[in-house]
């Protein structure tokens, strides 16, 4: 790999005064372009407080060969996930298995049985969208070139790509603006190494083509939204865009707003909210237990799928993205009956590390010997989103014994740890305070595609642009809200 990597070639050393120049321009730029966060609730802050969205200084490196084939491998992971989408047998066996041992998997599974129930297996609607982002870490040892391996692709409220378009601005504002300077690294700075990235246009895109198809102009885009949304100006960029590219119109409501002002013509299948009808159904809420804080945040999403407005996700695609099936695909049979495709299903191999089971299958047991003998490798998951779910290393056996109960072990599944490169450095801006570090980035990639469950014909296919989040190396987790991480751009080598 270039030595640029090396903390000792970038980034570029500031003095205390360019340091603190630069902090104030980006924190500046940041909020006349909204690079923003709402203002963490435990400050009292009213909701018009905003700050600028945590940010590294410079951008951090990435290969160029490996950035490339992230974002070339997108549409084919996209026809990935909607053919599982698309299977419900195969979902079925999946969520059997996890139906006693975690609930909320188990109540969103009721739910797809039950709305499958009612509509006799034909959905109101036909069309699916998927907004998916596939998440990657750069992989080092000592003996093999660096490789990309995936962490986790998201199927549901895939965040970030609003904000993450002006992240790269805003660190190409600060280099055309020479805050940079001109010491050794500073060279690797340049136009065609700083990418533009179309990720929030992406995404409206996205939403604007299934607006398309559902075909009426004047319908909006409905956007489900936790209530006080820190990260509600991410969001707001898809809607400015969608209105601006697509003259589509959307509004935002929570669980418990749908549950109350919804309403699903019982012959037509036609939603409205507010008396507005809704084309589109956005999920950037219902990914985590504690969105559905009452039996009728329940009965709204049920409502919403029931429904012939498009949704993006729909109950099967949610589950699609549930960590059980990244674990199932890892096994050649299972992944072949996807892609049939020989050389396509090693491109997608080539980015997986191993993921195992923790129930009574052989995979199973020789996942609880690992755990005993190199627990150090491995990062253990629940069937959650939205980070902070994980138990790292030497952490997992005593944390599987403290379940007691052996069979909820099979809620989990057990994957390899990528070893990104420990030896880059950058700064974090958090608050308008500058800390430097050891710094690892993860790279997200955006995809679009709107299909066909009924016939499985894929109407857009694309990739959306990306994201790259960046946290300290002694951080386990990355959440840029949850105080971990921040926003980053590419710098590619
Ligand atoms: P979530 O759904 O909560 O985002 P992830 O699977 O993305 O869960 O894990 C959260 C974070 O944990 C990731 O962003 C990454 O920093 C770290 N992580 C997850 N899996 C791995 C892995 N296999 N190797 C190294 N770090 C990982
Ligand atoms: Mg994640």
Redesign the pocket.
Known sequence: MSTILNAATYPPTLTEEETANLAVALRDWSLSHGLIIRAPADTNAADEASVHVPLTLHPSPFPKNLFDQALGLQTVFNELYAKVADDSEFLTKITTELADVDDFMSDLWKLYLEVDEITGGVPAQALTLGLFRS?YLLHTTSTAEPSIRQ??L?TISASFGGLSSRAADCHRFLRKSGLYGTAAGSEFLKDETMPVNPSARGLAKGLGVAHNAYGVKDFIVLFVVQPRERNAFDQRWLEYYLLEDFGVLSVRASLEDIAEFGELDSITKELKYKGRHVAVVYYRAGYTPADYTSPATWGARKKMELSKAIKCPSLATHFAGAKKVQQVLIDELVLAKFVPNADVRDQLKNTFVDILPLDDSELGKKARELIETCPEKYVLKPQR???GNNVYREKIPGYLKALNDETLWRGYILMELIEPPQDVRNAIIRAGKVTEGNVIS?L?VFGCVLWDSKTHEIKQNFEAGWLLRTKFADSEE?GVAAGFGSIDSVLLI
């Open positions: 998440d962490v986790e998201n989103e939205g980070g993860e997200g990355g």
